[in-house]
Nanobody
Framework: VQLVESGGGLVQPGGPLRLSCAAS????????MGWARQVPGKGLEWVSR???????YYADSVKGRFTISRDNAKNTVYLQMNSLKPEDTAVYYC?????WGKGTLVTVSS
């Protein structure tokens, strides 16, 4: 099983960025998928999750700015991030069951 994130990069404060996570080797349509992030030297923080019934969870720090979605036909989960702040800078990891991607770096800076 592989989870491969893409879409990270450098963005100015207030800007948008869209992360994608493509899963292969298994289908996760009946499982929750989600995103967590980690700032160097700090612990892993759950950002958002989307469950098999379409319900979602967001950390308080990203509510109203981030939107998670999934395309089960493509075995892919997305994270649309708007109004980005410098404190959103982190490595973002995709998760499904007990599988993790290698992460994609998001840097919010002017």
């Amino acid at each position: 099983v592989q989870l491969v994130e893409s879409g990270g990069g450098l963005v100015q404060p207030g800007g948008p960025l869209r992360l994608s996570c493509a899963a292969s080797g298994s289908t996760f349509a009946n499982n929750a998928m989600g995103w967590a992030r980690q700032v160097p030297g700090k612990g892993l923080e759950w950002v958002s999750r989307i469950y098999s019934d379409g319900s979602t969870y967001y950390a308080d720090s990203v509510k109203g700015r981030f939107t998670i979605s999934r395309d089960n036909a493509k075995n892919t989960v997305y994270l649309q991030m708007n109004s980005l702040k410098p404190e959103d800078t982190a490595v973002y990891y995709c998760n499904a069951v007990n599988y993790w991607g290698k992460g994609t770096l998001v840097t919010v800076s002017s």
